[in-house]
């Protein structure tokens, strides 16, 4: 059981903020784990969805560099439902086996190629 309820249906939210269940549905295909909770705060939600969007899909990252600094990030900040998401994405744009498996026993940079340890390096500079 969660410790804060969760909004579970797009008509839990008034019909003004329903457009946020929309776009966060667009954007990633399901409205799931923390967007749940967020949702109680309609206004949040949106600020963090366009955020994750423009730092997933608008900067000019290449798709395993990204899913690399996200999968760091969210090893750093012990984000399991993230964490989760995240390596399925990493594998499915190229993420080699190995980083994953050395971001998430935390002994990255060892094993990593010279650019995957500079982007795990740079996100561990920005998290610790």
């Not at 439902?81 to 994953?100: D, L, Q, S």
Request: aromatic share 6%; proline share 9%; net charge negative.
């Amino acid at each position: 059981m969660p410790r804060i309820p969760t909004v579970d249906s797009r008509d839990a939210l008034p019909a003004e903020h329903q457009v946020v269940w929309d776009n966060i549905l667009a954007s990633r295909g399901r409205v799931a784990g923390p967007w749940l909770v967020m949702l109680h705060t309609p206004p949040i939600a949106d600020m963090v969805a366009h955020l994750g969007a423009l730092l997933r899909f608008d900067l000019p990252f290449d798709p395993p560099v990204r899913e690399l600094a996200i999968l760091a990030t969210v090893r750093e900040l012990k984000c399991e439902f993230e964490w989760a998401a995240h390596v399925a994405e990493g594998r499915k744009v190229g993420v080699r086996e190995e980083a994953i498996d050395a971001v998430r026993a935390g002994t990255a940079p060892a094993g990593l190629t010279p650019d995957e340890a500079q982007v795990v390096n740079y996100v561990h500079l920005i998290v610790r």
